[in-house]
Nanobody, 123 residues
Framework: QVQLVESGGGLVQAGGSLRLSCAASGRTFSNYVMGWFRRAPGKEREFVAAISRGGSSTAYADNVNGRFTISRDYAKNTAILQMNSLKPEDTAVYYC????????????????WGKGTLVTVSS
C-alpha cells in the first residue's frame, strides 16, 4: 500500500502561483511513477502531469505545458507540482497519483490516489 497526502491548495488570483506537494508513505517511493490529475466542477478527471521513477522524464497536458512543472524529492518522498501563471480554468481539485508505468499513468491506469486538494483561481 502507498498512502498519498496532498497539500498546498488554496485561493489565488489569476496570474499567481501555487506549489502543491504530495507526501508518499508506505512502499518505496522510487518504485512508482508519480503524477497529478485534476477534476474541475462538472467535468471528468483529467491528466495534468507525470514524472518517471528516476525523474528524468516528464509529461504534461497541453493546457498546462509551459506553466506547470512536476518534480520529485526522493529525500522527502514527495512529488511536487509548481503551478505558475494560473488561470481561472485551472480551478479544480488536484489529485496526486502513483502508478507502475509512465505510459499507464497517462491512461488513468493508477495504482494509488490521494484524496485531493482544492485550487481556486479567481479572475
Amino acid at each position: 500500500q502507498v498512502q498519498l497526502v496532498e497539500s498546498g491548495g488554496g485561493l489565488v488570483q489569476a496570474g499567481g502561483s501555487l506549489r502543491l506537494s504530495c507526501a508518499a508513505s508506505g512502499r518505496t517511493f522510487s518504485n512508482y511513477v508519480m503524477g497529478w490529475f485534476r477534476r474541475a466542477p462538472g467535468k471528468e478527471r483529467e491528466f495534468v502531469a507525470a514524472i518517471s521513477r528516476g525523474g528524468s522524464s516528464t509529461a504534461y497536458a497541453d493546457n498546462v505545458n509551459g506553466r506547470f512543472t512536476i518534480s520529485r524529492d526522493y529525500a522527502k518522498n514527495t512529488a511536487i507540482l509548481q503551478m505558475n501563471s494560473l488561470k481561472p480554468e485551472d480551478t479544480a481539485v488536484y489529485y496526486c497519483a502513483a502508478s507502475s508505468g509512465f505510459a499507464s499513468i497517462r491512461r488513468n491506469d493508477v495504482d494509488y490516489w490521494g484524496k485531493g486538494t482544492l485550487v481556486t483561481v479567481s479572475s
